[in-house]
């Protein structure tokens, strides 16, 4: 029988001292260069950390771990692949790169058709298609809408939103003729969003538009006051609600020249 002494497990001043399963262990300094020791499997250890001198540290499994570069500068990640630092696109660098190298454009979601039928109350009923798309930050909505009577309406609403926060807004009907429209918000504190639009037509006529809006419970509320060219005033209050895939629309008031505004509307989307 063989007896070990306590004093026989210490480490001797040089050398290497054993671990439980009697493997090499090496104490790692992190003061010094990264140098192999072995853990309690016996495997190599290296010192993990960035890249000194422009040579690769290792990490716990031996593979090298690269200090990541200046943007659009191919770096290595611990598996060895490459890694893109990815920054927005400015005018000087041009678009930026994904960790798979790929450029980065700015997202355009392509465009949209819905269809569906429509009643009016003073049209009657016909059927609809609008399609919605966005093309360098513009959103466009076209709308085609054909009655039974065999009546066609279209029109082309293009929408803009300036650096001040409001709107540009074009409108282009069937006949080819385009009104402008400039609008801009201010929140209330009731909740309300009080609006002021101008709008020219193509003929050069200014229609300037003011008035409130109100979203309570899925319902949109309108009160607008409209004033024209020649000085006329039209009041007119407007609701629309939705339910599903069916929107109804309201609008009553006074018209220009005094005749009173009553339509309704009711659109049915179905794809």
Known sequence: MTTIHAASLMMPRHGVAPNVKGLPVMKLDPNTQPSAGANLQGLPVMKVGPADGGKPAANANGLPVMKLGSPLNTSASANGLPVMQVEPENA?????????GLPIMQVDPGSKTKSGTVQSSTDGDGSFTKTTSTVDGHKTVATTVTYADGKTVTHERSVTLNPDGSKTITVTNGNGKT?????SETKNTDGSVSIDKQVTKANGDVTNVSGTVMKVNGQTEKQLT???AKGQT????????????????SRTGTGYDGHSIDKTSTWTTYA
């Open 234 to 249: 039209e009041t007119v209050d407007s609701t629309s609600s939705r339910t599903g895939n069916i929107v109804m629309h």
């Open 226 to 228: 409209l004033t024209n």
């Open 179 to 183: 009104k402008t429209i400039t609008e």
């Open 92 to 100: 000087n660098s041009g678009p930026c790169a994904n960790t798979n």
